[in-house]
């Protein structure tokens, strides 16, 4: 699936996910979403459920790889889908600081047509660059 948001890069066993954004906020809300789309379709949320989330990391790199933990984590421990992200970065003291207003619904696997289990995100081949105006990131997560 490929869409100005994000697309997928085939990967012999795994998933790679390339996200976009205008800013390094977009890009890591458009990131969750990618993620999201690869356990369910994301499109049957119905995003009514708000949660906060919030977290940080000393770069760029260990910032998206703590976000997209919480994100899966609301699903497995909370069972919310989430599928809508609005998310702020701040830096202070050489650390970032992510602040972010999520919606979702309860998960139910045929109502958000199921695919596939994710078990873990990963550093391996983890890539966050600016390129005339746009951030990129890309990331491989563990089927």
Known sequence: MSSGEFRYIEHVSDAMVEAYGRTLGEALAH???????LVCNVSKVDPHEIVSI?????DRKSLLYNWLEKVLLVLLIDNIILA??????KRHKDKYHL????????????KHEYKVEV?????HGMKISDK?????IRFLVDL
């Open 84 to 89: 809508k992200f609005e998310v702020k970065i």
């Open 31 to 37: 990131s969750a979403r990618a993620l999201v789309n």
């Open 119 to 123: 078990k873990a995100i990963t550093y």
């Open 99 to 110: 602040f972010s207003t999520c919606k979702g619904d309860n998960f139910l696997r045929q």
């Open 132 to 136: 005339k105006g746009k951030v990129i």
């Open 54 to 58: 919030e977290t940080t990391g000393f």
